[in-house]
């Protein structure tokens, strides 16, 4: 039998792609989780059991947190990376880094093929697509969802007629947790005016009253919240989550277009993210200069959309990444959080790399740099070239009053 490697989740559509490749096309099936944070022990567990009730082959787990941190969550947050200037990119970062890990899993048993679950309507089967034809373009991907047209109820009915037992009840919102935030998809996402519900949110809030948090961040990623320290940033990110989350902090739902061209909407909540970003952020306005800070925002907003749209394999991705990470050498220090219900308040920062020091003046009232006869001379001179124009043009400069 010819072997074909599975993205495998457990959801209905891999479940009907093991059961597909393995009994109407005859294929050896290596089914395989990538793990990116987003599930449990026992989740884990019951994914495996139920694949081997499908007939696969073999069943892995590659766990690649770590690395997902390491190659993608760390130029995020680098760049402050909001896509739309709200979504942190919480699902299509983690799908870039387990289509790669599905593409070198593939080249590891020498298969014949690989597949995913992806449907024709949505933005994972240009990634998955993409990727596979970088990194195997040897190997043929087949993706029985989105080549057979098929709908729900197709599916559900091939795998009744073949004695699968699921519960087919469509949940009334599909979420994707992973480290970077869960997603939430439901009746009110496919509109354009409704919110979810509150029942809609995978956590509810339970936290209410104010807490101070304390970020530590050295050259730019998070090591240390309230003075605990962690050996990798992946747990510090999980650890804030824990304490964040519960206020319902980091809810919102984007509005973005879609690599196939269709706009759409998706709930999200990613309280660690969002405050992990913003903090970072504070950090980087007192510690960067003027124009470290505008070329970080060109190229962080080109980094994240182009991340977005499956190409994280593109060389010029690797090229800002270095950018990005030569901009953290003085991105250390503090960042003081308050967290309420709904909303969180960054206070302010603490870095001996701040860049706001009184030793060189305090904006509206002393400076100690500088003379007032030497401001009249550089506002002369910064301004000649805009006076020559108006001058030359004979100008009238007037305002509207309307």
């Keep these: ?12 559509d891999t479940t009907f792609c093991a059961i597909y490749l393995s009994r109407i096309k005859n294929l050896a099936v290596h089914a395989v989780t990538i793990q990116t944070g987003g599930f449990s022990e026992d989740e884990l567990k019951n994914i495996e059991a139920r694949a081997y009730t499908l007939g696969v082959k073999s069943f892995k787990v590659i766990d690649v947190t770590k690395a997902y941190y390491s190659n993608c969550i760390k130029f995020l947050i680098f760049g402050n990376v909001l896509k739309n200037a709200v979504y942190p990119l919480s699902v299509s970062a983690e799908r870039m880094v387990q289509a790669i890990s599905v593409a070198e899993y593939a080249k590891e048993l020498n298969a014949d093929y690989v597949a995913h679950g992806s449907t024709g309507a949505g933005n994972d089967q240009v990634r998955f697509d993409m990727v596979f034809q970088s990194m195997i373009p040897g190997i043929e991907c087949i993706t029985p969802i989105r080549d057979l047209r098929l709908s729900r109820e197709a599916e559900i009915a091939f795998l009744k007629e073949h004695g699968v037992e699921m519960n087919f009840e469509k949940a009334q ?12 998809g439901g009746k009110e996402t496919l509109t354009s005016k409704d919110y979810l519900p509150e029942s809609a949110w995978p956590t509810q809030i339970s936290a209410t009253e104010p807490e101070q948090v304390e970020l530590s961040f050295k050259k730019g990623e998070l090591i240390n919240v309230n003075g605990k320290t962690f050996s990798h940033p992946v747990a510090a990110i999980q650890y804030l989550q824990s304490i964040a989350q519960p206020y319902g902090i980091g809810r919102e739902i984007h509005v973005g277009d879609t690599i196939i061209g ?7 909540e990613a309280a660690a993210p969002i405050i992990i970003i913003k903090a970072h952020h504070l950090l980087e306005k007192h510690t960067l200069t003027k124009w470290q800070l505008y070329w970080k925002d060109q190229l962080s907003n080109w980094y994240g959309n182009w991340l977005h749209e499956g190409m994280m394999l593109d060389p ?11 901009t ?18 960054i206070n302010g920062i603490e870095s001996e790399h701040d860049l706001m020091n ?28 805009v006076g020559i124009y108006h001058s030359v043009n004979n100008n009238k400069i007037e305002l509207t009053h309307e």
Excluded: C
């Design 173 to 184: 919102y599909s979420i994707n947790k992973g480290l970077w935030g869960t997603s939430v």
């Design 328 to 345: 953290q050498k003085t991105v250390t220090g503090k960042v003081f959080v308050t967290l309420l219900p709904h909303r969180y308040i």
């Design 262 to 268: 269709i706009k759409g909407r998706v709930g999200f």
């Design 316 to 326: 010029t991705m690797r090229n800002i990444e270095k950018f990005l990470e030569d």
């Design 358 to 385: 009184s030793k060189f003046g305090s904006y509206g009232e002393m400076n100690n740099s500088w003379t007032g006869d030497d401001v009249k001379g550089f506002a002369k001179i910064f301004g000649n070239q």
């Design 1 to 12: 039998m010819k072997k074909i490697v599975l993205a495998y989740s457990g959801g209905l």
